[in-house]
């Protein structure tokens, strides 16, 4: 089945710095691409999504890069603030899911922005 | 709209012992799932139901049932707690009419901790 590896499991920036996220997939029949924030004690909340006819999507400050050939994703958050602290979750639909909305999620990432 | 909401917020339990979580949603929708949250581990989906009337095994689904009571509602059951099942549960809903293009919507959570 699917299978979602993000990586780093905590990244530490100075506010104004930039910060990369990224994740593999191992299912080349995926073609949604969601990221989710969740604040400290809160629930996830999509941010940002990418669909698999599409290289590059942004949205402000925050944008997501495809890969299709190497079957890697990443988000990108430019000029962070504290507010951008919090746990960020990459997702996939796995094979079989067409009907369904099901996702695979990526481990999360602690990202910390110190003011 | 409430979205989603979950009850209860808390639940100790003893190793052995039942109980129901129970997930409702106010925006019509017709998918709806059931998630848990362990550090390190991300979100890992347990059941999901994709339509009133269907259910279907996520990742995780040992030692947990589930029923689509109606539309609005979907419980996860816990029919023998084991210590392994302390954990942070979230349900999430979606439209459904977009197949895997929907962005899933989470309730506020409940955590659980087993004695």
């Known amino acids: 089945g699917e299978n979602v590896e993000q990586h780093p499991s905590t990244l530490s920036v100075q506010e104004g710095d930039s910060a990369v996220i990224k994740c593999t997939y191992s299912?080349?029949?995926?073609?949604?691409f969601p990221w989710y924030k969740q604040e400290l004690g809160k629930r996830p909340q999509l941010i940002i999504d990418?669909?698999?006819?599409?290289g590059e999507k942004k949205d402000q400050r925050i944008a997501v890069t495809l890969n299709k050939t190497a079957k890697h994703f990443s988000l990108h958050i430019t000029e962070t603030q504290p507010e951008d602290s919090a746990v960020y979750f990459c997702a996939a639909t796995p094979h079989g899911s067409s009907n369904t909305g099901k996702l695979i999620f990526g481990q999360g990432t602690t990202l910390q922005v110190k003011p | 709209n409430a979205g989603v909401t979950q009850t209860p917020k808390f639940q100790v339990l003893k190793t052995g012992q039942s109980m129901t979580l129970q997930c409702a949603q106010d925006m019509n929708h017709n998918s709806m799932y059931w998630y848990r949250q362990d550090p390190g581990m991300g979100l890992r989906l347990i059941y999901y139901s994709a339509s009133e009337g269907t259910t279907d095994k996520g990742e995780v689904p040992n030692g947990y049932n589930v029923s689509r009571l109606n539309k609005r509602e979907f419980s996860l059951r816990l029919e023998s707690a084991a210590p392994s099942q302390t954990s942070v549960y979230f349900c999430?809903?979606?439209?459904?009419?977009?197949?895997?293009?929907?962005?899933?919507?989470f309730g506020p959570g409940t955590r659980l901790t087993v004695l």
């Open positions: 299912d080349s029949a995926s073609n949604y």
């Open positions: 999430a809903s979606s439209d459904g009419t977009s197949g895997r293009f929907d962005t899933q919507y």
């Open positions: 990418i669909r698999s006819n599409v």
